[in-house]
Structures are given as C-alpha cells and as structure tokens.
C-alpha cells in the first residue's frame, strides 16, 4: 500500500475529526488531496505574479532562509569608491559617500542592500530609485530607495538594439502605490535584473524574471511537507486503540459504555502539566494498540531533501549549510563557505557595483565591494597561500630532476603557458636559474 493510501485508511478507520483523516469535515488534512496548482488551506501557488512570488516566499520556510542568507551575506561586504589605481577617492564624491552609508531616513547600507538582494532573487529585478533634483548630477541625489517590481511599470519607446542611449529605450517609469500613479524620468531609476536570465519573453521586455519559475514543483512539495509536518505535530488523531483483553467462552468482552466513559475520564486526568496525575491506574484488563505515525516514520524529511537542494543550487547556496542536511560535516562546511561566496556572492556584488557606477555616472571611478574582513575567506586564502608553497617545492624538486618540464611547472601552479612560454628544455642551467627565481617570490 501506498504512502498516502496508507494514511487516508488509517483516518477513515479510526478518524476522530482531527489530524489524519483524508476527509473528516471541516478538519481534514487538505495536503493528502491537494490537485494542480493548489495546496494545502486554499494556498494557491502561482509564480507568474508579484503576488504569487511573495506568496510562495511567506509560505515556503526553506526558500525564505535561503534568499535572506544570501542578503545578509553580502552585508559582510565594504563599499569603496575608487580610481583605475584602486585609490579611495571617497574624498571626491562626499554625498555619493554619505548615502553609502545613510541612504535614506530609514534604512543603513546594509539594510538597503538586504532589501534589494532580497527583492532581486525574489522577483529577478529590483528597481531602485534616486531623488535627484533636475540639473544636478546623480551622485548628488539626497536619497536612494528600493522599489518592489509589483508596484513599477516601465514605458518603453519599442525601439532596440539599434540604441547607444538608456533614454532612446526606456521613456520613463510609472510608480503605482496608493491608488495613485506617479510618472518618473529614466534619469532617476536604476533597474537591476537578476543573472538569471530571461529567456521566455519577448526581446521588446526587458523585465527580468525570477528564479522561482523553474522551481514551481520544488517549492510547491516543500510547502506541502512542511504543512503535514505542522499538523501532524498539532493534530495527531487517534494515537492508539484501548480493548479489553478480558474474555469468557465467545471471545473478548466489549466494554460498556459507562466503562468507556469512566475510561475517558480517567484518562482525561493524567498528563505533564501542572495538576495532571503522572501514573495511570487501571481496574480493567485493557490492551493497547499503538497506531500513530512519527513525522520520522512517515519520512518527510526525506522526501522533500532533493527539492530542498533543487530551490538551493538555483540560489547558488550550498545545501550543506542548511541544518537539515543529513551527512553534513564540520569541514564540509569549512570548505563550502568560501567557495559560496566565491561563487555567490560576491559576483552578484560586483553586479551591483558595476550598476551603481553606471548609474551614478562617476568619471574613471569605481564602486567596488571588498569582502577582505570575511574570516572564512582569509583562512582559506591562508591555506592556498601555504598549499601553492608546497606545491611549488615539490614541482622545483621534480624539475630539477629532469621529471617535469618548465611548462608542466607553471601550468601546475596555474600560470598561463601562453603568457610564460617555456625556455628551451636544453639550456637547463638557464631554466634552473630563472624558475629557481620565480619560486623564490
């Protein structure tokens, strides 16, 4: 028998109105006979709306920890503005610098750049807008707010492609909220599309789209298995059958209803509360037969963790760090986060970099985001420090007895054979002395 079969037969036998049952009235377990799009108490899972995407990110635990971890990640960044020689030239832009820090009345950098990465991996776009007066330059904008995609609508020209200017694209903005439909030059608008690309729409739209398209099935069993964990934790039904193991020549003797109602009594006072009798002392001779299920039994868990690795790999998080990850080690960990942030967070934050400094029009300057101070990330360039040491040692060695060429050296400590042509093999004594130099740095 099946899973489900299993559990529905069991609420149809012994069903108490609670928990189990496959349909006992208004208390059913709307997750066993979920169809289409829809789960459990009316919740409809539809991801190609605003309103849908924040629907599934309310509903759906597993995918809200994994985007708000990505956001506070990158709040471990520090924002430099710098010229071509990498110089803090902070000093040349005093407004730009004072809204790095304070962008608006309510927020901090850090809350500001959480709200836009959060919104970003959410919707695949965010819009960000400047309160820049007409005339001045956009690093002198006085404020910077996020802007929830639901609430912006974009007026295109229906020219592209053809087009060396934003303004030639783009007429303008329409900012809905309240009612009220506010226009907004191009001027004053960032738009920021997510690196996940948009691929199902018209070349004209230039929307982004949100991750969570491809993840319709992933997030909507998560969302399932998460509600039959809550209510089986709440409303567990019939944990058991109490029979009596007295019997005479016809078999076993059924109890009377006023022995079933004592019985109930009785039981009704015992408990781990304050005021609950801790041992129970029966005059029957009952027997018991145990007929819950565990959430381990019923093996939830194990039946969403492959969607739970799908919502995180689309997010680029690793799965390992998520605490429900059977297998999971301590050095796993330690070798997963820097290769997260390597490949996670910190591209998306040269992303936002670079549109900061397209936007704010700074001239040879560069808004750039330095995660030096991330203590995971300088142990592991420690230990690929310490590691390249080895390495090379080894390689010096193997050279200089004749088993590796110059090439296989350098190729071994990942520098370019391109650019590092090797020597000719047969002058060893020059080979020897300029590689030995090499290694020396």
């Not at 994994?66 to 990640?73: D, V």
Request: with cysteine.
């Amino acid at each position: 028998m099946g899973f489900l079969n299993k559990i529905r037969n069991v609420g149809n036998i012994f069903g108490t109105g609670k928990g189990l049952s496959a349909d006992t009235g208004a208390r059913k377990l709307d997750f066993f006979v979920w169809t289409g799009n829809s789960c459990s108490n009316g919740f409809e899972l539809n991801l190609d709306s605003t309103e849908g995407i924040t629907s599934a990110y309310n509903k759906c635990s597993t995918l809200s920890t994994i985007i708000n971890r990505n956001a506070l990640s990158m709040t471990n960044c520090k924002w430099w503005i710098v010229d071509d020689k990498d110089n803090d030239v902070a000093d040349r832009y005093p407004t730009l610098t004072a809204l790095m820090k304070r962008p608006n009345p309510l927020q901090s950098w850090s809350e500001f750049i959480m709200q836009m990465d959060v919104i970003r991996q959410l919707y695949g776009e965010v819009f960000v807008y400047s309160a820049t007066p007409a005339g001045f330059d956009k690093s002198e904008s006085s404020a910077l707010w996020v802007i929830n995609p639901q609430y912006v609508d974009i007026e295109l020209t229906g020219k592209l492609y053809s087009q060396s200017k934003l303004d030639d694209i783009v007429k303008g903005y329409f900012l809905n909220i309240d009612g009220k439909r506010r226009y907004i030059e191009s001027y004053n608008i960032l738009h920021i599309k997510d690196s996940y690309q948009n691929i199902s729409i018209s070349p004209s739209d230039i929307r982004g789209q949100s991750r969570l398209s491809g993840l319709r099935n992933a997030i909507r069993n998560v969302i399932q298995a998460e509600e039959a964990i809550y209510s089986l934790n709440k409303d567990r039904g019939a944990q058991g059958i109490l029979s009596n193991k007295t019997s005479d020549i016809s078999g076993h003797l059924p109890l009377s209803d006023e022995e079933k109602e004592k019985l109930y009594q009785e039981l009704g006072r015992y408990g781990i509360g304050e005021g609950y009798r801790k041992i129970i002392i029966a005059n029957q001779d009952l027997n018991w037969q145990s007929m819950s299920f565990s959430v381990k039994d019923l093996m939830l868990f194990e039946g969403i963790e492959s969607n739970v690795r799908r919502i995180a790999e689309a997010f680029g998080y690793p799965s390992e760090l998520l605490n429900n990850q059977q297998g999971t080690t301590f050095n796993n960990k330690q070798v997963s986060i820097p290769y997260y942030y390597r490949q996670t967070i910190i591209p998306i934050a040269k992303m936002y970099g670079e549109s900061l400094t397209r936007f704010f029009e700074l001239d040879g300057c560069d808004i750039v985001p330095d995660f030096s101070d991330v203590e995971e990330l300088k142990k592991s360039e420690n230990e690929k420090s310490e590691s390249d040491h080895k390495i090379n040692q080894a390689m010096k060695i193997a050279y200089e007895n004749g088993i590796v060429s110059k090439a296989e050296w350098r190729l071994r400590l990942g520098m370019d054979e391109e650019i590092y042509k090797p020597e000719n093999t047969n002058n060893n004594e020059q080979g020897n002395k300029t590689t030995g130099e090499e290694s020396d740095e």
